[in-house]
């Protein structure tokens, strides 16, 4: 009997203590899914700081490889489709986050078409910043207020060998430069996100006369410096640019600017817009008034109204009939139904020379117009193929200067027909009612106020 009780005895006490520990795993687990399942609850909480957004994000992205430190600078490598910025009025793509922690980027698309030059600072670098004159920094006055960039560092380096690429010359004298091909080759090369469908300068120089380019299928070639081909700039960001939101993704890129946007002249250069149920872009812009250009050819029912600049002469006349300055400031402007809200406004009709290819000549003259069309300097100039230029060759008055097929310049006879792309101003004060400034998210305009 002795001997059957403590046999009880022992088996209560290994089951109170089994019940013991259990109670005690129940207990400890129960409580950990607790803690976790609050601290899933919480918001996540991400810096203001673009830079540290960019990092923290990456760190989780599933494919390490496409995004990569080394030596304290962050690189995306590969067809990413996680580093859109919107900027100003334009998209851009990180390229990458240098050791200082600035941001340098390189736009999606290009803006115009330029000629190298003898060297980078003939033509591109003057077109691209602010310099002494007027004439000077047409992209960087279209970005307005520019607090957030630093000096860019553009690599100047000369190989006949990509092999040997690298950026070694360099010069920290712009806000804005090119991309260059040590930087294209880092990303991936024609397996990256930096190819686009055009065909655009790089920094770097061949040899003399000739000069690293991307062509659209992302193949590294040269050609000589007189060429014109697309620019694609290149901006770097301060290390305390502050981001308001957004994912990276094209449809939702990080977002830095906080503009109201209430009447037009609050909207960016380079931001769309809807008027007369046609889209448009936005190319300059002054206190008053602002200066588009549809992103499409004036259309005959579906297809493109093909129509001859002149029987005569490149000159501009509305009081020619047989002239198309007087069929858009006469015929197209009436069939407007909100054409109350266009007003005048100075069209670039300087000369252009194929031997100088210097876009400053083009800027000497203008015209007041209210509907013209893009001159050789003006941005977006190159986007819709096969359309008149307001821009002419001074030694040939028979002669004027056109978008071709390949969305390159051309000179054409002023008796040939070819397509329109229209160039309106409309009045500053007019009440944005709503959209974002996007191709996606055009702003949509009410009346004036």
């Known amino acids: 009997m002795k001997k059957s009780r403590r046999k009880i005895k022992k088996q209560l006490i290994f089951n109170l203590i089994s019940i013991i520990f259990l109670l005690g795993c129940v207990t400890y ?4 899914l607790i803690y976790y399942y609050k601290e899933s609850q919480k918001p996540v909480v991400y810096s203001d700081l673009l830079y540290e957004r960019i990092i923290d994000e990456n ?3 599933d494919l390490k490889t496409s995004f990569i430190e080394l030596n ?5 490598v590969g067809n990413v489709n996680n580093n859109y910025v919107k900027y100003k009025g334009f998209l851009w793509r990180v390229i990458r986050i240098n050791q200082d922690h600035s941001i340098t980027m390189v736009s999606e698309d290009t803006i115009t078409s330029l000629a190298y030059g003898s060297d980078l600072n003939t033509i591109i670098l003057p077109y691209l910043n602010k310099g002494e004159d007027n004439t000077s920094g047409i992209f960087e006055n279209a970005l307005e207020d520019d607090k957030d960039l630093v000096k860019n560092k553009v690599c100047l380096d000369r190989f006949n060998d990509i092999s040997i690429a690298g950026c070694y010359e360099t010069t920290y004298d712009y806000k804005i430069g090119l991309l260059s091909l040590d930087d294209y080759l880092k990303a991936g090369a024609n397996e ?5 469908e055009t065909t655009f300068w790089t920094s770097n120089r061949y040899n003399s006369e000739n000069v690293w380019y991307i062509a659209s299928d992302g193949l590294v070639s040269n050609n000589l410096n007189n060429t014109k081909l697309g620019i694609r700039p290149v901006i770097t960001l301060s290390d305390q640019t502050k981001v308001l939101g957004g994912e990276g993704i094209s449809e939702n890129p990080y977002l830095i600017d906080n503009v109201s946007l209430n009447k037009l002249t609050d909207a960016y250069i380079g931001n769309y817009v809807t008027f007369n149920d046609t889209l448009w872009r936005i190319v300059a812009k002054d206190k008053d008034k602002v200066k588009l250009v549809s992103t499409e050819c004036i259309k005959n029912g579906e297809e493109c109204l093909s129509i001859a ?3 005569y002469s490149n000159k501009i006349s509305t009081s020619d009939k047989t002239n198309l300055m007087y069929y858009l400031n006469k015929t197209y402007l009436n069939s407007l139904k909100d054409n109350a809200l266009i007003v005048s406004g100075p069209f670039y009709t300087g000369t252009y020379s194929l031997t100088t290819n210097d876009y400053r000549t083009v800027l000497k003259n203008t015209a007041n117009l209210k509907v013209g069309m893009l001159s050789v300097a003006d941005l977006f100039a190159y986007e819709v193929p096969n359309t008149f230029l307001l821009t002419t060759d001074i030694a040939n008055e028979s002669a004027i200067f056109s978008v071709n097929a390949n969305k390159g310049l051309y000179e054409s006879m002023t008796t040939q027909k070819l ?3 229209p160039v309106i ?3 500053g004060d007019i009440e944005i009612k709503s959209g974002n400034g996007t191709y996606l998210s055009p702003l949509t305009l009410g009346g004036s106020s």
Request: charged residues 20%.
């Open 309 to 311: 600049y002149s029987n």
């Open 419 to 421: 397509n329109v792309r």
């Open 192 to 196: 990256s996100y930096l190819v686009n």
């Open 29 to 32: 687990y129960v409580g950990r």
């Open 72 to 76: 304290g600078i962050y690189r995306f």
């Open 425 to 427: 101003y409309l009045k």
């Open 59 to 61: 760190d989780t992205y």
